[in-house]
Antibody, heavy 117, light 107 residues
């Protein structure tokens, strides 16, 4: 069955970086984009960016451009999200999701990132 | 960015009721509109894509309609498992945005 399994919860200090992984299984990895989204407590979901299928080109939301990096290890079917210069507003649950018809059909379980001094 | 506004923000209903949630886009998104259901502490689940296409495995009591800037999600007969938060989501010009959510609670 199709699964996206994310790495575990992280606690970081302000100004630090965090790297979250998303391992895909159950489908042909190269055929679908993987997106990253986040949800702060009580807030709506925010799209952060994607790693395209095929050549793995990336595109980022303007809000996160310059502070977020998405890359992938095709041989291991893993996509990574790195967020730098963390601040309190970055405290959220981060999700990876598979791209499908302008939306997201399978989601990872979420990774809680806590930013605290 | 295109802004998405849902109404109502909270909806109280009973098992068996027919309910409708509305989503408005700040500009036309043609039919690139999806609906997701989210329960506390869980990842969202795709229900409807491209305005009215039912995702595989989703019960047929869920349906979607609309085009341009106004869209609706209808649940024809509420079941206990349906009490959750619902989000609309648009795709346009390589960008995705979500509504603020509608919390569907038991009356």
């Amino acid at each position: 069955q199709i699964q996206l399994v994310q790495s575990g919860a992280e606690v970081k200090k302000p100004g630090a970086s965090v790297k979250v992984s998303c391992k895909a299984s159950g489908y042909r990895f190269m055929n679908y984009a993987i997106h990253w989204l986040r949800q702060a407590p009580g807030q709506r979901l925010e799209w952060m960016g994607w790693s395209l299928h095929g050549n793995g080109d990336t595109k980022y939301s303007q809000e996160f451009q310059g502070r977020v990096t998405i890359n992938r290890d095709t041989s291991a079917s893993i996509v990574y999200l790195e967020v730098s210069s963390l601040r309190s507003e970055d405290q959220a649950v981060y999700y990876c999701a598979r791209g499908f018809e302008g939306t997201f059909d399978f989601w990872g379980q979420g990774t809680m990132v806590t930013v605290s001094s | 960015d295109i802004q998405m506004t849902q109404s109502p923000s909270t909806l109280s209903a009973s098992v068996g009721d027919r309910v409708t949630i509305t989503c408005r886009a700040s500009q036309s998104i043609r039919t690139w509109l999806a609906w997701h259901q989210q329960k506390p502490g869980k990842a969202p689940k795709l229900l409807i894509y491209k305005t009215s296409s039912l995702q595989s495995g989703v019960p047929s009591r869920f349906s979607g309609s609309g085009s341009g800037t106004e869209f609706t999600l209808t649940i024809s007969s509420l079941q206990p498992d349906d009490f959750a938060t619902y989000y609309c989501q648009q795709y346009s010009s390589y960008s995705y945005t979500f509504g603020q959510g509608t919390n569907l609670e038991i009356k």
